[in-house]
């Protein structure tokens, strides 16, 4: 039933990295791009990164630009996202789901918000 699967958080120190993985289901690999977003609590939802499947091209928010790269690996359907140079302020749940310019612009309208996966930065 789940059709979007995270994993690959855990805890770092500042300067650390992760990779964080998605798993998709064949029609969410039907999307045109993948995006993935995070939200925190008492903050804001908010987009991070995205990449078209076959394209290949990709879009950041200006405050993981130079330490996150978004990548994929089309005959698994999985998405990956490497977390480098981590601070503190990216602790938060990272969640994936079908990118658009709207829900960049607007990633409370996403359809599906599953479970994601908890990425804590320590200081």
């Known amino acids: 039933q789940v059709q979007l699967v995270e994993s690959g958080g855990g805890l770092v120190q500042a300067g650390g990295s992760l990779r964080l993985s998605c798993a998709t289901s064949g029609r969410t690999f039907s999307s045109y791009a993948m995006g993935w977003f995070r939200q925190a609590p008492g903050k804001d939802r908010e987009f991070v990164a995205a990449?078209?499947?076959?394209?290949?091209?990709?879009v950041y928010a200006d405050s993981v630009k130079g330490r996150f790269t978004i990548s994929t690996d089309n005959a698994k359907n999985t998405v990956y996202l490497q977390m480098n140079s981590l601070k503190p302020e990216d602790t938060a749940s990272y969640h994936c789901a079908p990118y658009s310019d709207y829900v960049r612009d607007n990633p409370y309208e996403i359809a599906y918000w599953g479970q994601g996966t908890q990425v804590t930065v320590s200081s």
């Open positions: 990449i078209a499947w076959s394209a290949g091209t990709t």
